[in-house]
């Protein structure tokens, strides 16, 4: 018994002594105030976890803030497309109109330039795609409309009236396979006769191959098939090549034939020398596309 409860009293010894130690060293640690140094201790052990949890929170609020953004962005991105689709509705209804207005604008200048009575006329149909096709305009014979008439466009020249009835007209564009014309070169003014070969494109005939024609070179009515005055835009020279004792002179239409809506039609017969219209603002070559 003794010597069991001598182990017992050795065993709380021990674990006194480690008390004493352990409160030692705290005090030690924490100096001659353990309650100021247990708060040091304490903000020493939290410092770290509540910076973690202060970054943690702001980056949950930027993320929140964020996602309240992007929310207020798509919601604004809507109402502008909202509004770009309204806007291109409008422009697709009022496009063709300024179109046809700015068209109207050129043909009262160039019916200005022109010392002739010319009538102005729209065109209500384009079959120039079908066979033996063309341009059909809304006057007739109702009011003196004749075939052979010359038409013209701010552009440059379009073709001759074709067949008419009391209230419209078809009209031969320059470009048809059965079409010709009297026509001059700009530098030699040389004449010769303007083929149609093709959509937008032309082909001089009876020029002769001592003739030096150049790319580029402005085409213009002879007036002499008493059709055009002479000195209206026809074309560009697009391309020359010699054949036998001639030049095959190619020649890209001015007048866009396809995108035509107004046009002016010329008195039956015009004199041969009137003061032609300014050539319109186009680059050599450049013909309807």
């Given amino acids: 018994m003794a010597s069991r409860t001598g182990l017992r009293s050795a065993g709380w ?9 352990l409160g030692h060293g705290l005090w030690v640690v924490n100096g001659r105030w353990p309650g100021l140094g247990l708060l040091k201790t304490l903000d020493l052990v939290s410092g770290p976890v509540l910076r973690v949890s202060a970054k943690w929170e702001a980056s949950r609020e930027a993320r929140n803030q964020r996602v309240r953004n992007l929310a207020i962005a798509e919601e604004e991105i ?53 066979p033996f096709g063309g341009l059909v305009i809304d006057q007739g014979s109702v009011l003196n409309i004749q075939p052979d008439q010359g038409v013209i466009a701010p552009e440059g020249v379009v073709g001759r009236v074709w067949s008419v009835g ?30 149609g070969t093709g959509p937008g494109m032309a082909e001089i005939r009876y020029i002769s191959s ?7 070179e402005e085409v213009y009515t002879s007036g002499l ?48 020398e009137v003061s032609p219209p300014a050539v319109p603002p186009m680059g050599p070559g450049k013909g309807p596309q």
């Fill in 13 to 21: 010894q021990a674990w006194i002594l480690g008390l004493l130690w």
């Fill in 78 to 130: 809507a109402r502008l497309k909202s509004r770009v689709g309204l806007f291109e509705l409008q422009e697709a209804k009022e496009g063709p109109r300024r179109a046809e207005a700015e068209e109207a604008i050129r043909l009262l200048g160039l019916k200005q330039q022109l010392p002739l009575e010319t009538m102005a006329a729209r065109v209500i149909a384009n079959t120039r795609n079908a």
């Fill in 166 to 195: 009391p209230r419209q007209a078809s009209v031969l564009p320059l470009d048809a396979y059965n079409a010709s014309t009297g026509v001059m070169l700009a530098r030699s003014r040389a004449t010769g006769v303007l083929q």
């Fill in 210 to 216: 001592q003739e030096g024609v150049q790319v580029g």
């Fill in 225 to 272: 098939d008493r059709i055009f005055p002479r000195g209206l835009l026809i074309g560009f020279v697009s391309r020359v090549r010699p054949r036998d004792s001639e030049l095959r002179v190619e020649v890209a239409l001015s007048a866009p034939l396809d995108r035509l809506h107004l046009l002016l039609v010329l008195p039956p017969k015009p004199p041969i």
